[in-house]
C-alpha cells in the first residue's frame, strides 16, 4: 500500500538516523518499527476488557507511622550505605 505519511520532526530524525546507521531504505526501517510497536503493545482480552496490571507483593512497610520524619531519614540513611 502506497500511502503519504506525515512524521513530527522528532519522529523524523530518529527515522533518520536508523536509516544512515543500518543504511537500509526508509521504507524498511519505518515498517520494521511499526510492526515491532504494534507487536508490543497489549491487545484487549477476548472479553473485550483491557488487560490489567499483574500485582506484586512488595513485603512489609519498613515504616507504619509516616508522622515520625526522623525515622523515615535514618531508614534512608541506612539503606543508602
Wanted: hydrophobic share 40%; proline share 6%; charged share 35%.
Amino acid at each position: 500500500m502506497r500511502t503519504t505519511l506525515s512524521l513530527d520532526p522528532d519522529v523524523a530524525a530518529l527515522v533518520a538516523r536508523e536509516v544512515e546507521r543500518t543504511k537500509r531504505p526508509m521504507k524498511t526501517v519505518v515498517n520494521e518499527k511499526l510492526r515491532r510497536g504494534f507487536a508490543d503493545r497489549p491487545e484487549k482480552s477476548s472479553a473485550g476488557s483491557p488487560l490489567l496490571p499483574q500485582a506484586l507483593k512488595l513485603g512489609k512497610a519498613k515504616v507504619q507511622n509516616f508522622d515520625n520524619v526522623a525515622e523515615i531519614l535514618e531508614l534512608i540513611a541506612d539503606d543508602s550505605r
